[in-house]
T-cell receptor, first 112, second 112 residues
Framework: TQLLEQSPQFLSIQEGENLTVYCNSS?????LQWYRQEPGEGPVLLVT???GGEVKKLKRLTFQFGDARKDSSLHITAAQPGDTGLYLC????????????WGLGTSLAVNP | DVKVTQSSRYLVKRTGEKVFLECVQD?????MFWYRQDPGLGLRLIYF???????EKGDIPEGYSVSREKKERFSLILESASTNQTSMYLC???????????FGPGTRLTVL
């Protein structure tokens, strides 16, 4: 059972465009992490959100945790080719946080 | 900086061979994880370990075993490799449950 749904699965945009990717669940998470993975490498953490309604910014990337802590979004402003990669969200449950629950990812291609 | 290293970037084995994948982390992390990543299936947890000599099955443990004799080293063993175990294998470590996971670069295993 896929507990974290990411959308869209694939996204191809031109440099300078804005985009939003989503990570949704019916479960409540104590925290949610966003990672970026480049081809041939392991995922690297971008941000962790822990409070419902929390917004975090990382340069042109804005992350939001839903009020009910069931969903999250990642917004990229003025995308650049260097933003190309696979974006993964992963959630930790309060009751059993030994394992992270992973989404399938959004594959983003930013064309120059 | 945390460093997670994996013994090989690319590996080609024959069906029926015993395969060892080694992972070493240098930050004294308690938790270590083995995942496989396949297109359309995302990251799937094979096994994880929360202490030396302690291990717990993940979502897809069949056909795999693990060993953690020292805190810094976590090995994944394919007792008798099969073609359906052709995949990208990623090792990760984290300070504690639910915390950021640091990934190695991955081993792309091909079983012929």
């Amino acid at each position: 059972t896929q507990l974290l749904e990411q959308s869209p699965q694939f996204l191809s945009i031109q440099e300078g465009e804005n985009l939003t990717v989503y990570c949704n669940s019916s479960s409540v998470f104590s925290s949610l992490q966003w990672y970026r993975q480049e081809p041939g490498e392991g995922p690297v953490l971008l941000v962790t959100v822990v409070t419902g309604g929390e917004v975090k910014k990382l340069k042109r990337l804005t992350f939001q945790f839903g009020d009910a802590r069931k969903d999250s979004s990642l917004h990229i402003t003025a995308a650049q080719p260097g933003d190309t990669g696979l974006y993964l969200c992963a959630g930790a449950h309060a009751g059993n946080n030994r394992k992270l629950i992973w989404g399938l990812g959004t594959s983003l291609a930013v064309n120059p | 900086d945390v460093k997670v290293t994996q013994s090989s970037r690319y590996l080609v084995k024959r069906t029926g061979e015993k395969v060892f994948l080694e992972c070493v982390q240098d930050m004294d992390h308690e938790n270590m994880f083995w995942y496989r990543q396949d297109p359309g299936l995302g990251l799937r947890l094979i096994y994880f370990s929360y202490d030396v000599k302690m291990k717990e099955k993940g979502d897809i443990p069949e056909g795999y075993s693990v060993s953690r004799e020292k805190k810094e080293r976590f090995s994944l063993i394919l007792e008798s490799a099969s073609t359906n175990q052709t995949s990208m294998y990623l090792c990760a470590s984290s300070f504690d449950s639910g915390y950021e996971q640091f990934f190695g670069p991955g081993t792309r295993l091909t079983v012929l």
